[in-house]
């Protein structure tokens, strides 16, 4: 049905978000703009419509039974098996590597020395679930999470910037270190926060997919060929070092 | 009826100029919105299969409109006391009955209730009490340096009513949170919540304070000074007894509201009843469960509040003035 | 007036010195150049047109109105707008309002009785003793557990009569307290003011019953718009008043 | 003072009983919390290098304590309004420097704040003000029916205030947005945000016009009846009317807390202030300058606010009761 | 009394007929089976002593108070808990309440205009013009643009009588309309009331003004406890009152 109507109206409702670079967010001029971006207005291209994008709260988002606002989500969303209960996947288009920041002045030098340590997360992502050992990503061809870190406390924040503020008022004010995705900490290296990563292997790599409502084989099938398409003929790749600086599409 | 008027006003809905246009009302709003394509339709279906199409929609319409027809018929037999009571019931029973026609996971709330509860609920009626008492006494404070006659006090008293009610809640957390620090000192989480729900709430209810206070008429001031009372003495037994009557239906809003409120302070990582609802919701795409739950769970808590709240009044209402 | 009486008029210093006293309600002037003097034990009745200002003149006498000129004593106390002055005046002086102004969400008894306690620290138990007592004075001692808005008009008024009275002031002053009353009931609470009188309390009344002024006070005043007009002993008063506009008025007064 | 009393009270900040304590206790709060630590002892250390370690701290406190004492016995001499208005000043001065003290990138805010005004200012005016205008008919309308003598009226309403007031604003925005498409009904995100707004606050008012209304004394109701006037007639023209004193400042109250409320419809896509300015912030790793930013608006249009508050009180206090 | 008005009085329906009236506050009597009929142009004095019922009994004539027991009509329309009944008895009954009820919010003028306007539909222009014309009748026309709050008790008294009358009802309750008045304005708001009833307005009034009973009344009622305890024309009741009750309560009005 779906597939139906963006062939006959050639409109193609994206859900994404606003305010997250460089996946999706508003640049100097107001205009949406990023990675997530760039691959829709493709993916519609490629089924022959344009994208119109709407910017709901994550949660409604990727809470399924979207009543038909939406036909597709391009949210950098991860696929983990409760999600699947209610999102149907159409395939997975790139990749992000999490890792550890630390204050500037952090005499830490190796990821292994955070154990006992207090480490911050926002709350309800897949670096909360890492910390707490509950990630199970539901995507072949993903090796397994490895689990070793072992934090004194973990502090949550219901909000992404908090951890980096707390982070920010000194090493070991309130926390001593913060799990995030590479290019959330670099933006906020770039942006003057006096932070680091701490170099070392990445705390986990973590797979994005593009996500339908639940129900409709027909269309997430011709999402999954579209997807599947565009990673042979190298177009994600070169979207991501477009955006990334680096090729996240393996 | 407050003002009690030796009339027996004809109940509104059996007169005929009223029930007719009513009815027709809901019929062909029923109608034109084509019930039949939603639930109400859903449900007819399920009863008495029909064909598809607008006959449907005319069946619907008119399956609905009787059983409110009838629904009121038999309700306006009952005494008023009972008709309120089940008329709420009814209601309440037709939300539940929209909750559950979300098709929710019982087994996933079952799993996730009891934390929501022990952890969650407590957190939220922990935070909310402290700053219910916190907030009030600000208030006080507030609206008797608004009424003074010192300027400094007017001053700050408005000076906070204004920045309070002012700035944004979030804002407020996150100056105290966040912007205390740079000053040099570090606030943890809760006293921080507990500080910016006092805060602002009290600002909010000074003014509900004020306007409670300067209802009594100036006679009552005067005669309470006349007979030798100090003016705190005033302040206490006489004017504030007084002013609760108006002071009351307000102040109860703003302790419903502050219920919810309190779960903002879970930006900074407080674990209550609304982020733990989210979250768990969240990590497992169950949120439309769990906010129904935690809904539930927020409603329940106003109805304790609200009859508390009834009970208040009626003791300050037992000498209404004639 | 027995002449004893009138001997202990004359010793002591005046309860009430009232002098060039004027006051505005924006241009309106309500009272023009009042002087007046009130000696202890005196019983005094004011009376004159309605809007003629007599509320406004007792008003200012405990500080319920201010003033823009002139200077009151009260008890040789002058009447300043300093705390601790009107405080003292507050307690020396009590007064019956024209509207009662019964705190309505306390029953009749805890209205007499909370003033005792809270300015007079009685005990609960004296204090609801002694509200009692003025209450039978005043003949409505069965009412004492209904709250004013149950009462008639004239319950309320005896309510407050009882109320300010059992406070014992030095000076008492009365804004038409027998407006509600029915004549038989007038003739009761009369009775109790003068009993009061009687007991040595100096009294400033209201009020336009002609036949109290007559048989009870030592000295009638009569206002008109905002003056004092004319004063002096009932006898001279009502038999020979001096000014036409006094004369005006006791002859409209029916019998 | 409210309640004039006709007394001169001594300013209570000249008599020493009250200045002395007051000054010890600021000089020994300061000392106590460390503030040479702080920003105040970061600015003492500006003005006049001072040797590291505690006397650091006392001189801070005692600079501090000294400006203080100096800034009352100068507000202390102006006349009353002066007072008000220049510790107003002072005290928004102070907040904006704790602002400044930020370090804000003014640059960041001059380059967003014309889309924040343009689009997000706009679109939060724009449903505040529809949700004002039918939460304000609907509060009168459940207010009428919870004093009427009307069994099923009465149960209505009171079920709605019950519910949507007890319900978070937020899962009454889930409910509309989410809840209506499974009977059948998709609404868009814009209408969803301000039906669920005026449900919300519309509730909340009908308490606090149901107060304001009782709070009348019966015998208004009674002449006004006596002397013929219809039912309707006398609500409009004589007991609201009166009842606007009491109403108002609590509904001033509800009216800014939806400016801020009205933020939380960005969870269904709205591109208000609020959002904005997070999703802004968020790109930029710049949202205290956004959240700062948004503040500053937000309480502009609160001050707007208080003022029409302000005279509109003015307006019906002008015959207030002697 | 004229005979010609006497014979008037006879002529037509009741204005008020009351038949075994019983109304009681929880346990508490306060009317026992009341019957009064008052013809049409009669002016009625009702006294008796603070706390008797006079203001309960009228306020059940305009529906203020319900009533257990009893029957009342008012002008032949039997007095029933119906919305058109009520509306239209309150349409020709007009009263002046013990307590005023004036409109805080709104000026004098307004008082006295706005049910004009709402209630007999006349133009706002007529109203004020009307209501101006009982302000001077009642001696305040130079207070029309005060607030009730501005005013003196017996002001405010007499705006609550210009606002009821300027209705032209059928049937006037007055509740002691002349309290808050010294002699002299009683005297004058009396005048108003006679010119009233000569217009062949019923009248029943409260009051403790004897003077007014015995020279305008057509009767007088004497309540106590709930019962109307002696009824008769004026020059009867004063002089030969027939209950033990009565001559109590005549011999305490004071003169
Ligand atoms: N707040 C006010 N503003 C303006 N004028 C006022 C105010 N209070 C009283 N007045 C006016 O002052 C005058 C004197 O009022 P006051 O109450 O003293 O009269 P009174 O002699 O007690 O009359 P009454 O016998 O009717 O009670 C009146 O004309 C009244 O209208
Ligand atoms: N709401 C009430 N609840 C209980 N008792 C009441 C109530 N209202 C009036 N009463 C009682 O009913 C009796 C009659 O009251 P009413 O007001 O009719 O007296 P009245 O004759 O008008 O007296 P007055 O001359 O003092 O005005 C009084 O004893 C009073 O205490
Ligand atoms: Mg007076
Ligand atoms: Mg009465």
Redesign the interface.
């Known amino acids: 049905e779906t597939l139906d109507r963006v062939n006959s109206t050639k409109v193609l409702k994206v859900a994404t978000n606003a305010g997250w670079p460089p996946q999706s967010f508003l640049d100097d001029s107001n205009q949406l703009v990023g990675f997530d971006i760039d691959v829709a207005n493709e993916i519609a291209k490629r089924l022959g419509a344009t994208a119109e994008f709407d910017t709901p709260e994550w949660?409604v988002m990727?809470?399924?039974?979207w009543g038909g606002r939406w036909d597709v989500a391009v949210g950098s969303i991860t696929p983990t098996k409760?999600?699947s209960?209610?999102?149907d996947f159409a395939g997975i288009y790139y990749y992000t590597p999490y890792v550890f920041a630390v204050h500037k002045d952090s005499t830490l030098t190796d990821p292994k020395e955070l154990n006992g340590k207090r480490i911050g997360v926002e709350?309800?992502t897949t670096s909360?679930?890492y910390v707490n050992r509950?990630l199970v990503i539901d995507a072949p061809g993903v090796p397994p999470v490895e689990y070793w870190l072992e934090p004194g406390e973990v502090?949550?924040?219901?909000?992404s910037m908090?951890p980096f503020?707390d982070l920010r008022?000194g090493d070991g004010?309130?926390v001593d270190a913060v799990i995030s995705g590479e290019q959330t900490v670099l933006g906020a290296i770039n942006n003057g926060y006096p932070i680091k990563i701490l170099s070392g292997e990445y705390a986990f790599q973590e797979p994005l997919a593009i996500v339908a409502d639940k129900g409709d084989a027909e269309w997430t099938s011709k999402l999954g060929e579209t997807i599947a398409a565009m990673k042979a003929d190298g177009t994600l790749s070169q979207l991501t070092t477009k955006w990334y600086g680096k090729d996240y599409s393996e | 009826?407050?003002?009690?008027?030796?009339?027996?006003?004809?109940?509104?809905?059996t007169r005929p100029v009223v029930f007719v246009p009513l009815l027709s009302a809901i019929f062909a709003g029923l109608w034109w919105?084509?019930?039949g394509?939603?639930?109400?339709?859903r449900l007819v279906r399920g009863l008495a299969p029909v064909a598809e199409g607008n006959p449907l929609n005319l069946v619907t319409a008119a399956c609905v409109t009787a059983l409110v027809g009838f629904n009121?018929f038999v309700?306006?037999r009952?005494p008023?006391?009972?008709?309120?009571?089940?008329?709420?019931g009814e209601?309440?029973a037709l939300?539940l009955l929209?909750f559950y026609?979300?098709d929710l996971s019982f087994a996933f709330i079952q799993r996730k209730i009891g934390f929501l509860i022990t952890q969650g609920l407590l957190t939220t009626l922990y935070i909310s009490a402290a700053s219910i008492a916190i907030a009030t006494v600000l208030a006080l404070m507030g609206a008797i340096a608004k009424?003074?006659?010192?300027?400094?006090?007017?001053?700050?008293a408005?000076?906070y009513?204004?920045?309070f009610?002012?700035?944004?809640?979030?804002?407020q957390i996150?100056?105290i949170y966040?912007?205390l620090?740079?000053?040099?000192?570090?606030v943890d989480a809760v006293p921080t919540g507990i500080a910016a729900l006092s805060l602002c709430y009290g600002a909010?209810m000074t003014?509900?304070f004020?306007?409670?206070?300067?209802?009594i008429?100036?006679?009552?001031?005067?005669?309470?000074?006349?007979?030798?009372?100090?003016?705190v003495?005033v302040m206490t037994?006489?004017i504030l007894?007084?002013s609760m009557?108006?002071i009351?239906?307000?102040t109860?809003?703003?302790f419903?509201?502050m219920l919810?409120d309190s779960?903002l302070v879970?930006?900074?990582?407080v674990?209550e009843l609304?982020?733990l609802a989210?979250?768990q919701?969240?990590?497992?795409?169950?949120?439309?469960e769990m906010?129904?739950t935690?809904?539930l769970i927020?409603?329940?808590?106003?109805?304790v509040l609200?009859l508390l709240q009834k009970r208040i009044e009626t003791h300050?209402n037992?000498?209404?003035?004639? | 007036m027995t002449s004893a009486h009138a001997a202990a008029v004359k010793a002591a210093l005046p309860a009430i010195e009232i002098s060039g006293l004027n006051k505005w309600y924006g241009n309106l002037q309500v009272l023009h150049d009042v002087n007046l003097s009130v000696a202890q034990g005196e019983r005094m009745v004011i009376c004159g047109p309605s809007g003629s200002g007599k509320s406004t003149l007792i008003r200012t006498v405990?500080a319920?109105e201010g003033f823009q000129d002139g200077e009151i004593k009260v008890a040789g106390i002058r009447l300043t707008r300093d705390q601790a002055v009107v405080?003292e005046i507050?307690?020396r002086?009590?007064?019956v309002?024209q509207?009662f102004?019964?705190?309505?969400?306390?029953?009749v008894l805890e209205n007499c009785a909370?003033?005792l306690r809270?300015?007079r620290g009685l005990s609960p138990a004296e204090a609801r003793a002694r509200a009692m007592h003025y209450l039978s004075k005043v003949r409505i001692p069965e009412q004492a557990t209904k709250?004013?808005?149950?009462l008639s008009g004239g319950q309320q008024q005896r309510v407050a009569i009882a109320?300010?009275v059992a406070?014992q002031p030095e000076v008492m002053l009365f804004d038409e307290p027998t407006s509600a009353l029915d004549p038989e009931m007038v003739k009761e609470v009369l009775d109790v003011m003068v009993a009061l009188a009687d007991e040595g309390m100096t009294m400033a009344v209201v009020t336009h019953e002609m036949g109290f002024a007559r048989q009870v006070a030592d000295r009638v005043i009569f206002m008109d718009a905002g003056r004092i007009i004319e004063q002096g002993p009932p006898s001279t008063f009502f038999s020979a008043p001096k000014s036409d506009r006094t004369r005006a008025f006791l002859q409209q007064v029916l019998h």
């Open positions: 949660g990727t809470g399924g039974r409760p999600r209960e209610v999102l709350t309800a909360e679930e509950s502090k949550t924040y219901a909000d908090l503020d008022l004010v309130r | 009826m407050h003002y009690k008027d030796n009339i027996d006003y004809p109940p509104m809905l919105f084509q019930s394509d939603g639930a109400f339709g009121i309700v306006m009952l008023l006391r009972q008709q309120v009571w089940l008329v709420w209601l309440a939300i929209f026609s979300f009424l003074s006659s010192n300027g400094i006090a007017q001053g700050i408005h000076f009513t204004s920045l009610r002012g700035l944004p809640l979030l804002m996150y100056m966040l912007g620090p740079q000053l040099g000192y570090v909010y003014e509900i004020r306007a409670g206070i300067e209802s008429p100036r006679g009552q001031w005067e005669a309470a000074r006349a007979l030798g009372m100090r003016p003495a037994r006489i007894p007084q009557r108006v009351i239906p307000p109860g809003n703003q419903i509201s919810k779960s879970s930006v900074v990582g674990w609304m982020y989210r979250t919701g969240q990590t497992e795409f169950r949120h439309i906010m129904v935690a809904s927020y409603w329940l808590m106003s109805i609200e300050f037992k000498a209404a003035t004639r | 405990n319920l405080e507050r307690r002086v009590g007064m309002f509207q102004n019964l705190f309505p969400h306390l029953t909370l003033p809270l300015v709250y004013p808005a149950q109320r300010a406070m």
